[in-house]
């Protein structure tokens, strides 16, 4: 099992959900009431054997009883409570991760009244800035909100959503779709099945659309510039839309968010989910990967799908009893901003500020098209291998515009020997690990000669008398 396992306050909860006595509970496992009753003040730590009588006598996810939950949760209570407002009180991990395992419906509460405090302060400022400027109020950029309050719901599901996964997998099996055709086959399904055709055109519009629905004419237009791909994401979506609506609709009624925006946001996502799972069905994807090792251009040529499609399905293969290496994705522009963002890991993203400069990802523009792999290392101790790269997305003419990324995949350490990437790599040199952090704003580290910026709650420690090489020395 690794580290011994001290989940008391999880597996009280778990057993009071199910209105069992500890004395039932305790004789259900075969063990005594008292001995029980200290794993459950984490007074003893649940061993190997009394976790395998768990998951055999009822049938419980492993998943439940692990750190990676707690451990995303405290990550986020730091960067919360390192925030000005709070006089900087920034709290040690530790006692962090003591305060999620007590009472981590308390702390997912705290955290919700943070970031709506974060929105607010957001939209104050802006507006105060626009009245400055003597602009228009309307542009209020507080529409970022419901992008953070998704992101939560998919790191909450650990970024896998069973119900799509498997009514892709389902479809894709009764349909008889074949690995490398997905255009083709999706485009007879959907005019065989829902009566829409699909029409390429060359006229992409001022706004630059890919993809355009007419439900009058029940008519699908996609972008001939768009490689045949990327128009097979753009099919799947839409059939993860009119296909399994209700299924997105209910999935999206149980979150329960605060507003339609997220709502809507989040049916986006979930569609764009079951592309993926659709043209990289479950089962079939998991296997190829394994064999050939996680390597991500190969899957890319095996599916027709893209680098980032197949680094973005990579990180959702979570199914309780069949998971792949749990990764992060990531996408980053070339100002450092992160798009798009999906973790199965316990990787800490900051949630405000960019990301750390000596993150392999910011070095992949610097190398076009080269994977670049990095051992990293986060202030919390937990390593990572790394992999990342740059795609770009092309318009299709000339003077047509261009988006480039870089696209970051990553696992813990000890997952490193499953991937391809890391042949020729020495994952015991320590002296090789790079000391990254989530972002300057919330990182600890003393000795960084690329922050950008100190710590928020840091109180600075100026001595006019001397320049070292560390930018910001703090107390």
Excluded at 97 to 111: C, E, G, H, I, Q
Excluded at 318 to 332: L, N
Excluded at 397 to 415: I, T
Aim: glycine share 8%; proline share 4%; charged share 25%.
């Amino acid at each position: 099992m690794g580290r011994k396992l001290y989940p008391g306050p999880k597996l009280r909860r778990y057993r009071e959900q199910l209105g069992m006595a500890q004395n039932d509970f305790a004789d259900t496992l075969g063990i005594s009431a008292s001995y029980l009753n200290q794993i459950e003040n984490n007074q003893r730590p649940l061993t190997a054997s009394v976790l395998l009588k768990l998951t055999n006598s009822f049938d419980v996810d492993l998943q439940t009883f692990s750190d990676e939950q707690d451990d995303r949760l405290a990550a986020e209570l730091r960067e919360a409570t390192g925030d000005p407002l709070l006089q900087g009180m920034p709290l040690d991990l530790r006692e962090l991760k003591d305060v999620v395992a007590v009472s981590p419906a308390m702390v997912k509460a705290f955290l919700t009244l943070y970031r709506a405090y974060q929105e607010s302060d957001t939209s104050y400022r802006n507006l105060a800035e626009e009245l400055r400027e003597g602009e228009a109020i309307s542009a209020l950029s507080g529409a970022q909100f419901p992008y953070e309050e998704v992101r939560d719901y998919f790191y909450l599901r650990n970024n896998h959503i069973e119900e799509l996964d498997q009514a892709a997998e389902q479809l894709y099996s009764a349909k008889g779709f074949r690995v490398g055709n997905a255009e083709k086959d999706l485009i007879r399904f959907l005019s065989e099945e829902h009566g829409i055709s699909c029409v390429l055109t060359n006229e992409r519009g001022t706004s630059g659309e890919v993809r355009h629905f007419d439900p009058k004419t029940s008519t699908l237009y996609l972008c001939e510039a768009q490689t045949s791909a990327r128009r097979a994401f753009q099919i799947a979506y839409q059939i993860g839309l009119v296909q399994f609506g209700n299924e997105i609709k209910d999935l999206i009624q149980r979150a329960s968010f605060a507003s339609r925006e997220t709502e809507s946001v989040c049916r986006i996502g979930l569609a764009n989910y079951f592309a993926g799972a659709l043209i990289m069905p479950y089962n079939l994807f998991l296997a190829e990967a394994k064999r050939c090792k996680y390597d991500v251009e190969k899957l890319e040529l095996r599916f027709g799908s893209t680098f980032e499609a197949v680094c973005h399905r990579l990180s959702t293969l979570q199914r309780p009893g069949a998971k792949g290496v749990p990764f992060y994705f990531v996408r980053v522009d070339m100002a450092g901003n992160i798009s798009k963002r999906q973790s199965a890991t316990v990787f800490n993203f900051a949630r405000s500020g960019g990301a750390c400069p000596l993150w392999n990802v910011h070095e992949a523009f610097s190398s076009p098209g080269r994977i670049l792999t990095q051992i990293a290392r986060m202030p919390d101790g937990q390593t990572y291998f790394c992999i990342a790269r740059t795609v770009t997305k092309r318009g299709g003419g000339y003077l047509d515009p261009v988006r480039k990324f870089a696209v970051g995949l990553g696992c813990q350490a000890q997952y490193a020997k499953e991937l391809v990437y890391s042949a020729g790599v020495d994952l015991d040199n320590d002296e090789a690990v790079v000391p990254i952090g989530p972002g300057c704003r919330v990182c600890e580290r003393r000795d960084c000669p690329q922050r950008a910026f100190p710590p928020v709650g840091r109180r600075l420690d100026v001595d006019e008398n001397r320049r070292g090489f560390k930018p910001y020395s703090f107390a």
